[in-house]
């Protein structure tokens, strides 16, 4: 069993930074993919970005590829998301996620979900 709590979403202007965090407590952070998802008003949810373990790679949506970073940090069990150059469009509930699966193909591969952060990017 994984607990994750995210914080660190708020209102920002347009091109704006923010950094989200996603604190792990229970099994073995380290072991899991980590995620990051988004989901807007009347919208599904959607995939943000990704890390594998160690870090060894990194995906990211096309939307938000070369603006937002995804990182861990593995002794703090802690996953991150660097926003910058945030955009109207970016506004959403922010999820972070923890699979089990080397390789998730999508959010029904993530078995633990936090409760979610609102990130509101003003025009």
């Known amino acids: 069993q994984v607990q994750l709590v995210e914080s660190g979403g708020g209102l920002v202007q347009a091109g704006g930074s923010l950094r989200l965090s996603c604190a792990a407590s229970?099994?073995?952070?380290?072991?899991?993919?980590m995620g990051w998802f988004r989901q807007a008003p009347g919208n599904e949810r959607e995939f943000v970005a990704a890390?594998?373990?160690?870090?060894?790679?990194?995906y990211y949506a096309d939307s938000v590829k070369g603006r937002f970073t995804i990182s861990r940090d593995d002794a703090k069990n802690t996953l991150y998301l660097q926003m910058i150059s945030l955009k109207p469009e970016d506004t959403a509930v922010y999820y972070c996620?923890?699979?089990?699966?080397?390789?998730?193909?999508?959010?029904?591969?993530?078995?633990?979900w936090g409760q979610g952060t609102q990130v509101t990017v003003s025009s």
């Open positions: 996620a923890a699979s089990s699966r080397a390789v998730p193909s999508g959010g029904r591969d993530y078995e633990y």
């Open positions: 890390v594998q373990r160690a870090a060894l790679k990194m």
């Open positions: 229970g099994r073995t952070f380290s072991s899991y993919v």
